[in-house]
C-alpha cells in the first residue's frame, strides 16, 4: 500500500526512548505528546485514550505517527526535547488537563525550540476551553484544538506542513498575526463505530498495571445530556449521547483480552448506563461470548434499575462509581445534578447488595453550601456505607458554569493550575472558610477508614473475591499506620 514512500534505516527510539534501528519513510511525522508529569499524583497512571484514538486516524490515513507517553515512560521535557529533536515531526500534537498545562505549555516551548518549523497544536479538555488565553500567553503555541480531535488533527496532516487553508478547518483556535480567530465548532463524530480502535502500539501498554493487573480503558459512548455545573462534559463531547453498538463495543473487549492481555477493562465513559437498552446488550454479550473480564464504570444513580445493575454484576462488572455530588438536595440542585436522594439510596444499595465495590463522589464547599448542608451531605454519605468515597473540593475548570460564577461573586481563586486536582480548594468562599472545608474532609476521612472498614474490605475483597476491596483493605490499613506514625 505504501510502496510509493521512500524507505531508509534510521536511529530511532522506541515507545519508551530506547534507541532501535527501524525503517523509515518520506512520510509526513506526526509526534502526539502525554506531556511529563512534573508531580506525583494520587490516580494511576491510564493510557491516553485521545492521544491512541487519534494515532489510529492519522495510520490510518498513512502519515507517520510517535506517541511520546511520558508519565509512564519517565520522560522529562530535557527528554522529550532530544526525542523530538531526532524525530523532526511537521506537527507536534499535545495534550492537556487543567493540572498538567503548565507541563503541556513547557513541552510546546521545548518542541519549538527543537522543531523551529513544525506547527505545534494543543488540545484536550483544558486547552477547549482556555483557547485564546493559551494563544495570547504563549507563542510557543500555534494552534488550538477544540473538543474532538480525531478529524480535525487528519485535517491538518493533510495540511502540513504549509497549512494555507488553516481558517477553513473548523473546531480551531489559531494565531494570525496579532489576532487570535475561532473557526466554527466542528460536528460531532456521528458515527462511532467507524473510528479505528485505539492505536495502542505507540504506547508502552505494557507497562499500564494497576496493582499488578493489566487494566486496560475502553469508551463505549462520547456526550452527556445532562449540564452539570461543575462539568466540561456536554460542551466537550456535545449534549447528546453517542453510544456504539454493542457488537462493536463486544469486538473490542476481545480483542484488548485477546492481543494485549487485559486482565480487566476500565469503562470511561461518562453515564455507561446513560442507554439501558444498550447496556443490557453489552452485558448480554459479555455473559453470551464469555468474555470473562472483570469490569467497572461511572454512572448517574438515574441511569440504573435494579434488573440492570443485576445484570451487569452477572456480566462481571464489580466496580459502580456514582457521581452523587451531595446528600442535601438543595445543594444537587444548585449543582443541576437531577437526581433524587431515593434514587442515589436505591443505586447504592443494588449495587451493594450484588456484591459491587461502590464508590460515590461528593463534591465539597460548592458556592451556598453552608457547614450544615456540608455535615448533612457527609452523614448521608456515611449512613450509605459505600466501599470508597471520593471528596471533592469543587474546582472551577475553564469552561463551567462553576467558573462563571465564582467569578462573578468576585471571590478569590488559585491561579496555579497544578492545585486544580479536586484535593485542594481552589477559592474562598468568605461565608465557609475553605481551611474548614479541609478539615471536614479530613476528619471524615479518619472515621471512615477504620478498622472496621478494613474488617469489611477484608472479607469482601479475601473472602468473597472483589479485587477493589482487596485493593482498598490494603490502602486503608496503610493510611491508619501513616496517621499512627504521623500522629495526626
Ligand atoms: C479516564 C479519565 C481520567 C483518567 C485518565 C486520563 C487519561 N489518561 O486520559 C485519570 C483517572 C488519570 C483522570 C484523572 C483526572 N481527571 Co479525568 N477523566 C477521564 C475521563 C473519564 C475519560 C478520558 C478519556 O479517555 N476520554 C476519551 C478520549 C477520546 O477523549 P480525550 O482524552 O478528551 O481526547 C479527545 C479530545 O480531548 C482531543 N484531544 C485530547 N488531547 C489532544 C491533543 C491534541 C494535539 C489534539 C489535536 C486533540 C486532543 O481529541 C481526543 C480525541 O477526540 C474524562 C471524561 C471524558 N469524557 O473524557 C475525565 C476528564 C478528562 N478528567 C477530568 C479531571 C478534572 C481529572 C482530574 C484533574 C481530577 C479528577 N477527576 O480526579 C484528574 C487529574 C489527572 C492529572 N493528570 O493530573 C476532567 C477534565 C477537566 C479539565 N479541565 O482538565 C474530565 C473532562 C472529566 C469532566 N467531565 O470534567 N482522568
Ligand atoms: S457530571 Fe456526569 S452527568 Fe453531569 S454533566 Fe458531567 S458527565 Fe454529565
Redesign the pocket.
Known amino acids: 500500500m505504501t510502496t510509493n514512500y521512500k524507505i531508509r534505516m534510521t536511529n530511532q527510539s522506541n515507545n519508551c526512548g530506547q534507541h532501535i534501528m527501524v525503517m523509515s519513510t518520506n512520510k509526513t511525522k506526526i509526534a ?3 506531556t511529563p ?1 512534573e508531580a506525583a ?11 491512541a ?2 494515532a489510529a486516524v492519522l495510520e490510518q490515513n498513512n502519515f507517520e505517527v510517535k506517541i511520546f507517553d511520558c ?1 509512564v515512560c519517565q520522560i522529562d521535557h530535557e527528554k522529550l526535547k532530544a526525542e523530538l529533536n531526532s524525530f523532526q515531526p511537521s506537527i507536534v ?8 498545562i503548565e507541563s503541556a505549555l513547557q513541552s510546546a516551548r521545548v518542541a519549538r525550540e527543537v522543531c523551529p518549523d513544525a506547527k505545534i ?9 482556555a483557547d485564546k488565553q493559551i494563544l495570547t500567553d504563549e507563542k510557543a503555541v500555534d494552534i488550538i ?1 477544540r ?4 478529524e ?2 487528519l485535517e ?1 496532516a493533510k495540511q502540513s506542513p504549509e497549512l494555507q487553508k488553516v481558517n477553513e478547518i473548523k473546531g480551531i483556535t489559531f494565531r494570525k498575526y496579532n489576532q487570535i480567530i475561532q473557526t466554527p465548532n466542528r460536528p460531532l ?1 456521528e458515527d462511532l463505530d467507524a473510528l479505528p480502535r485505539p492505536a495502542y502500539k505507540y504506547l508502552a501498554i505494557e507497562k499500564y498495571k494497576i496493582t499488578g493487573r493489566n487494566l486496560l ?1 475502553i ?1 463505549t459512548s ?1 456526550g ?1 445530556p445532562y449540564a452539570c455545573s ?4 456536554s460542551q ?2 456535545g449534549a447528546r449521547f453517542r453510544g456504539r453498538s454493542p457488537k462493536n463495543v463486544l469486538d473490542e473487549l476481545e480483542w484488548l483480552r485477546d492481543e494485549y492481555g487485559a486482565e480487566g477493562v ?1 469503562f ?3 453515564t455507561f448506563t446513560y442507554d439501558k437498552k444498550r447496556a443490557f446488550e453489552i452485558c448480554d454479550g459479555i455473559i453470551e461470548r464469555k468474555i470473562n473480564l472483570p469490569w467497572g464504570c ?1 454512572t448517574r444513580a438515574d441511569a440504573v434499575t435494579k434488573e440492570l445493575i443485576d445484570k451487569m454484576s452477572k456480566a462481571h462488572c464489580n466496580e459502580t462509581m456514582f457521581g452523587v455530588e451531595s446528600g442535601c438536595q438543595k445543594m444537587r440542585d444548585a449543582l443541576k445534578k437531577r437526581v433524587s436522594t431515593e434514587q442515589i439510596e436505591n443505586a447504592v444499595k443494588w449495587a451493594k447488595e450484588a456484591g459491587m465495590f461502590v464508590t460515590v463522589s461528593v463534591i465539597l464547599g460548592y458556592p451556598g453550601e453552608t457547614k450544615e448542608m456540608l455535615q448533612e451531605s457527609l452523614d448521608f454519605v456515611r449512613r450509605m456505607e459505600p466501599d470508597d468515597v ?1 471528596l ?1 473540593h469543587a ?1 472551577p ?4 458554569g462553576l467558573r462563571a460564577l465564582v467569578e462573578s461573586n468576585g471571590w478569590k481563586m488559585a491561579d496555579d493550575w497544578k492545585i ?3 484535593m485542594n480548594p481552589i477559592y474562598e468562599d468568605p461565608a465557609f472558610p475553605a481551611k474548614e472545608i479541609a478539615q471536614m474532609r479530613r476528619d471524615f476521612y479518619n472515621k471512615f477508614y477504620s478498622p472496621r472498614y478494613i474488617v469489611r474490605q477484608g472479607v469482601k475483597g479475601y473472602v468473597k473475591g472483589n479485587l477493589y476491596s482487596k485493593m482498598m483493605a490494603r490502602t486503608a490499613a496503610n493510611y491508619i499506620l501513616w496517621r499512627a506514625k504521623a500522629r495526626v
Open positions: 502526539l505528546v502525554n508529569l499524583t494520587h490516580h494511576p497512571l491510564f493510557p491516553p485514550l485521545g492521544l484514538y487519534m508519565p500534537g499535545i495534550g492537556s488537563m487543567t493540572p498538567t497544536v494543543m488540545g484536550g479538555p483544558h486547552a477547549t476551553f484544538v473538543g474532538e480531535g480525531e480535525t488533527i491538518l463524530i480503558p469508551m462520547r452527556c461543575f462539568c466540561v462534559a466537550m463531547f476500565a470511561q465513559d461518562d461511572g471520593w471533592c474546582t475548570y475553564p469552561g463551567t486544580y486536582n479536586t
